[in-house]
């Protein structure tokens, strides 16, 4: 079945930088696109970033020129890395995955950024 397992989210400080990984198992990672999604404390879950199969990255406004998405599909593993952190990024950061059109998601890393 579908696995995804987020980690490396935590505490940090305004303009700080974290790293997420998203370990994925269960379907074939590299024909997959995958996405990054994070939700504040009463707010909707809202799309971060995502990626192509091919590589090819989108970015929601919010994190554009700070936040970077990539993928290793032989470590079946999607990263985003946060530079420039502000508070207003405080949220669980969810990994992402569609497959025959079912969404599935990880448990969720916990992202702090103090001020």
């Known amino acids: 079945q579908v696995q995804l397992v987020e980690s490396g989210g935590g505490l940090v400080q305004a303009g700080g930088s974290l790293r997420l990984s998203c370990a994925a198992s269960?379907?074939?990672?590299?024909?997959?696109?995958m996405g990054w999604y994070r939700q504040a404390p009463g707010k909707q879950r809202e799309l971060v970033a995502t990626?192509?199969?091919?590589?090819?990255?989108n970015y929601a406004a919010s994190a554009w020129s700070r936040f970077t998405i990539s993928r290793d599909n032989a470590k079946n593993t999607v990263y985003l890395q946060m530079n420039s952190l502000k508070p207003e990024d405080t949220a669980v950061y969810y990994c992402n995955t569609n497959q025959y059109g079912l969404n599935y998601w990880g448990q969720g890393t916990q992202v702090t950024v103090s001020s």
């Open positions: 990626i192509s199969s091919n590589g090819r990255s």
């Open positions: 269960g379907f074939t990672f590299s024909i997959n696109a």
